[in-house]
């Protein structure tokens, strides 16, 4: 067949080049046009080649309408648009367009090669149908644990050894509903033993069926639609990483709801999401004690129970990794054991952070966390180690100190840790200057640091560009974005982000700010691919810097002999750093 390709456009040529190349391998005779050909022209050639097919685009929006009908007008008065089929393509069309003006077809922009060539051919288009595969990844996998540097292993088994002797004899309230529970979850009725270790809200749900306030249950008829209603979504997958092995990419839900963040969830997978983190309401850390039953709560954070997590586990996909936060209360024991029973991927436990910023007792996170490790071991279920550069302002030195120790304890525990420092603008960082220039020295620095001491899978949260953000969701997106490709230039192992919106939303945080994230790193990881963000000389400076700081810090540690005494005097930080410990569970350890 014949062809005659004609920009109709000033100077946009490159998709009629694409299709020319395509018609010509296929063994077609075609005539390729420049743009800003004059349609007189265009009509001339034509009446001499008399082609089966004027294949015309437009890529200005501006005008198109006029100029594509006017073009119409001028090959029917030349008696061609009776020999030849005329087709129409390109960014400003549409097959309405097309049709309205009275060309024989148009394909608009992402129309694919092999549907242009069945139209003109004759052939029957299938769609282009590609099947994406996505499977579930164990991010700990290939990681030793090995500390490379033998004058920090030293300090961290000494600090280590020291917590693993004091807890060995101590127990708390946490950490016997813990062993009861795991009897209720093997059937003995165990319950009036459970609640005589429970504070007064969990007592009257049960004995009283009085809820917490803002709390709700879900009845069996909204059950029954959410199940129907995960049963018929249906979505074509995403990958996000463009070839790229990793990072594999977060999103935090803890809507309250149940249903709401069920729905979040399947946006985020649909655009690409790799896993998942489950938030719990803050009220619900400093309680003793957890709930039971399918429950919606007014206020951020979605309330942790069993059927809670079961539900939202049913909506997963299978290839979706799933934590289930629980390192910073006075249920953290309990939550690992209902995150491993509900088929969590991972969880999270930090007793360091919980103890000086989450608002639980140094003594009694310390206990209960060496504990929650051992279930995290016993379950093999990882945990990821946040920390907490982001509030108030505890320097990176001193939050990466006690990351370590958490992460080595849970090594010499069978457990299998993750590292997660922030990739962030931290008060810290905002106090002494180290972003001024850019955002890119100093976190790579944190991660050079951490790299020199542990061979451990890093994963930057919570999320990525922390204080970066502001109100402009583009500006948001952005940020996040490039956060994100230097993550995946550092060869990083997994990423948090945030939606655009979730540190101004004033409420609920929205789906559509989910969406422009997501869409915005995988731009970003598409701009940069393989290649590499390159720092300046001062992110090795940094990383000595942080890497002193550690060092100083655990042998501080090591030498009080003491952790808890260490929380408690500041050494993991000060008061003054924003590192204030916490009350919630205080006088609860015991010998037993």
Known sequence: MKFVLFPLDPVHDVALKMLNRELLKRGHQTVLLPPDTKME????????????????????GYGAAELLARFIDVLDAAGLRKKCKVVVGGKAITKKLAAELGYDAGFGERTSWEEVIAYVEGGKFEGEKVTIRK??????????????????????????????????????????????????????????????????????????NVLPKKVRLITEEERKKFERLVREINFDGKILRHGLDKPLVFVQYGTGCPFMDAMHIKVSEAWGADGVLHFDPSWGARCEGLLEGSLAHEEDGSIITLENLKLIKSALSDSTLWCVRAHRGLNTPEIVLLAAHAG??????????????????PERLTVDGVYALQLSAKYKLPYDIPTNEELG??????????????????VKLGAR????????????????????????????????????????????????????????????????????????????????????????????????????????????????????????????????KILNGIYETLKKVAERQDFVAALYEGLFGTREEGANPGRAGRGTVRKC
């Open 417 to 544: 840790p993750i590292l997660k420092p922030l990739f962030c603008y931290s008060p810290d960082v905002m106090i002494n200057d180290y972003m001024k220039d850019n955002y890119v020295d100093y976190n790579v620095a944190k991660i050079l640091a951490l790299r020199r001491i542990m061979d451990a899978p890093i994963w930057p949260g919570e999320p990525i560009g922390f204080m970066t953000h502001t109100e402009d969701r583009v500006q948001s997106a952005m940020t996040t974005a490039l956060h994100a490709a230097l993550a995946s230039s550092l060869g990083l192992d997994a990423i948090t982000i945030a939606s655009t919106d979730e540190a101004y939303a004033r409420g609920a945080i929205s789906v559509t700010a989910r969406i422009d994230t997501l869409r915005a790193i995988a731009e970003a990881f598409r701009f940069f691919g393989h290649a590499k963000i390159e720092p300046t000389k001062k992110a090795e400076e940094y990383a000595d």
């Open 135 to 208: 499977t579930k990844r164990d991010i700990t996998c290939g990681y030793t644990y090995e500390v490379r540097d033998g004058t920090f292993k030293e300090l961290l088994d000494k600090i280590t050894d020291q917590i693993l002797d004091w807890a060995k004899d101590r127990t708390s309230p946490g950490i016997e509903r813990a062993k009861i529970k795991e009897k209720m979850l093997e059937g003995e009725h165990l319950l009036e033993e459970y609640l005589r270790l429970c504070d007064e809200v969990v007592v009257s749900y049960f004995r009283k």
């Open 344 to 361: 969590a991927d991972l969880t999270k436990i930090n007793m360091v952070y919980g103890s000086l910023n989450g608002g639980t007792d």
């Open 393 to 410: 302002g505890v320097p990176a030195h001193k939050a990466f100190a006690g990351m370590l120790v958490v992460a080595h304890l849970g």
């Open 41 to 60: 022209e265009v009509v001339e050639i034509c009446q001499r080649e008399i082609p089966d097919f004027i294949m015309v685009s437009r890529t200005v």
